[in-house]
């Protein structure tokens, strides 16, 4: 539910203006799909008393994702994290590994918590992905492998990885938790390197509440990983190997046979909103609204805003102030880039300037709401506002300013925060 049209500053709701939506509107709401559908897959679930462990739909879902993705084996897991650590072991990455440090911090965290050092490595700033330029500038004698991420749902620069690790000798994992349902040059992202990765966290446009799996050809490493996610059980009282427990539930599978089965809608809802941003947001000085190629499948799950702050005289976070007032809940990714974070930060700091391109991308990129809860007058009216701010950017920093020293002046004389809807004045 929108509150009317906003052409004016003092219309938005950070000088005092109602809100443009009266309730918050997420990057990341879960889609549900059929939610009948679901339910009744529950129900069989509890009929049938079968709640985890290689149940039906386990083993359903990881036959459509794998005929999805074209490729021989799918092991779903219980979450993308989990799956991108068992990869990594049954890889047997050890000592070094690269990885973009423009990624979720799971990409770096499933590596360290195996004892092997992600090594960050900067983004090619035509793709945000990784550059295979740097990965082999990068390369150590304790290098043992490198992790792409198709990072928004694009791809790697795929050919030029796969031609990297061969030569070199590294195993090559891609983190494809936002490409399900991509493609690349015609083939769908899940079949290149030694085994890809998806998450299908609530929060991605396929779920399975918590969730994930790693699709690959090789049957000895999907083998090797049904093994791992079972505790290393090869039969009744049987262990093999060390492992852990990875298993996906069946409410969870359930979920995720339930959005498969309304992939399509799903995706072509998230087409019309980036469609109908891309088209709002036109021609605005210092708003890049990131591009898809139109020859490939796209999820179009993220819409992604990157803001020049030169070019626009707003910055990235001034815009976010703005929108999270109208409770548009826009998100930064992946600020402030895995090297920056701990225990990264301490144990291998990268002075400034080292990773450059992930460096600028992290002030500038932004992600707006879409998915099946974000109607085409949201988008509208978002446009709007994102236009409102970008023509005014000075009038809007000037008042934004005054809006911060007021907020410090009342928290300093411990009044609290003046309130976002009317009670910040301007003189
Ligand atoms: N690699 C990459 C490249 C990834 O992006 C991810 C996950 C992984 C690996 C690891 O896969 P998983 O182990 O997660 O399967 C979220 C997700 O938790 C995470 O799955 C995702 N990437 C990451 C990019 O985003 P947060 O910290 O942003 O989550 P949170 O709780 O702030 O949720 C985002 C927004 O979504 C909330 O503001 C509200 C909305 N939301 C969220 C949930 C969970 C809902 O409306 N309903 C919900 O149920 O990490």
Redesign the pocket.
Known sequence: MTSGAKDRLDDLAIFGGPPAFAERL?????NIGDRSELLRRINDVLDRRWLTNKGPYVREFEQRVAELAGVDHCVAMC???VA?EIAIRALELKGEVIVPSF??I??AHALQWQEVTPVFCDVDPATDNIDPAQVEAAITPRTTGIIG?HVWGRPCAVERLEQLARQRGLRLLF?A??AFACSHRGRMIGSFGDAEVY??????FVNTF?G?AVVTNDAELAAKMRLMKNFGFAGYDNVVCIGTNGKMSEVSAAMGLTCLDSLDDIVAINRRNYEAYRRGLAGLVGVEVLAYNDQERNNFQYVVLKIDEEQAGISRDQLVSVLHSENI?A?RYFYPGCHQMEPYRSRLPYPAGQLPNTERLVQQVLSLPTGTSVDLNGVTAINQIVRLVVANPRAVRRRLEVCNRATRDAVGRGDGCPGRHGRVHHG
Not at 26 to 30: D, F, I, L, S, T
Not at 199 to 204: E, G, L, N, P, Y
């Open positions: 997420h990057v990341g709401r879960p979450n993308g994290t991108l990624t979720f799971a990409t991420v983190d938790a936002h998450s299908f966290h609530a929060t991605k918590e994930g809940m998100r």
